[in-house]
């Protein structure tokens, strides 16, 4: 057989096809799918309206619901008729149902409540969130992320990301005033970094998968088109989805890692009131962590990472026991949108101090040393205890061991 005759044989398949699905395409379209009304009222329209089963098989023939029995609507109860009622004057106009469901109203339905509790519930009932209209709880959700978090949120992140780069191109980078000397302390084990790298890294995963499914449409979509963003979105959701119970865990590691030390001094109310000379330059005395650090280690750790976390949870349907309907969804989804957007105002200040806003405290966390002047000069008091000896310099076994880093390489 040759290449002309397989052509011609698959052109005739192909104008046979067409033919075939042609006609099948107008039969559906001339037998009117009927309204998938909820059992109960349909039958009782049914019911009601024997003369409209006479006009099809397949109940009412299209038509516009107002041209039959036009003058149904001058019963004064009209309005309040149940389907079955307005079935009867105007078979095929199920607008009381409709009216009941997008009311919040249940209907029946077989599955179990246990593993469907809202199965007979299409549209919610009406509920009022904070910043949205008294209305269905869905509309009432989307008013509350559409009008509220994404916009004054994102506004948010930009003010902080853009007051961050004046106070860097305005101050620059905090530099030593004095020399190293060259002796290293041990600020981080090696554990504490661990602890601090999983969560910091965790963080950062599920920050920038959650701008992009949340904000990504405004300023990736219109660049990479909607299958690429689409494909980016899907992935980005599943890595937040893995890296959430991860940071859940790394979370609860860095608060206990990191307790002992942020318990607040009264030195720390001296560093709160004169901003701890970050306008002034003069740094105040601080013990191993400033008043600063403390704030956002118990309102960013502590706080948001609690709120954070448990609605992250929820979105996860990780929490065992709960029941999971529309309204704990979206309750969780607006917790857990302003939550974040705070937590990573907050943890942006505390990046940028924690890599190009401080000379060396970035190496502190990578290597866990500083030297004795960065000690001196950032957290006097804590140097000063050092030196008395009521804390020791070297804390790890490898540190103590070597009696301070391996390799002079540590104060980069
Ligand atoms: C890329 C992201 C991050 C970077 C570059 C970073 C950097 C740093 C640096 C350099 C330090 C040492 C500061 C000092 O010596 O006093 C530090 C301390 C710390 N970081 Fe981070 N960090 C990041 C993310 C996070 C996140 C997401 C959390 C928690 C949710 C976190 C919690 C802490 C805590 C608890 C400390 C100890 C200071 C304290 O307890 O107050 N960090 N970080």
Redesign the pocket.
Known sequence: MNRFSVLKQIKSHVVMGAVIFGAALSVSAQTPASPAAPAKPAAEAKAAAPEASKTGAMGVQSANIFSIAPDANTDPKYADQNNGERGKVQPGNNAPMWRQVGAGANGYSSLPASEAPEAGNLIQPFVQYPGSKLTTAGEAWRQVRNNWIIPYGGSLLLIVILAIALFYYGKGTMKLHGAETGRKIE??TPL?RAA?WT??????LLAISGVVIAFGKYFILPIVGSALFGWLTYFLKNVHNFAGPL?AVS?II??F??LK??WPSKEDITWLLKGGGMFSGQEVASH???AG??V??WL??LGL?VIVVASGLVLDKLIPGLIYERGTMQIANMIHGVATIL?MGM?LG??Y???IG?QG??S???TGY?DETWAKE??ELWYNDIKAGKIPAQRSPEAVAHGGPASTSASA
């Open positions: 600020r981080f504490e601090h969560n910091a890294i965790t963080f950062v940071f979370l860095v608060f890692t990191f030390d942020n191993r962590f400033n650090e403390k956002v280690f960013g750790v990472g937590m943890f505390h990046i101090m924690g890599t401080m405290a970035y502190a966390m990578r500083v950032h957290h």
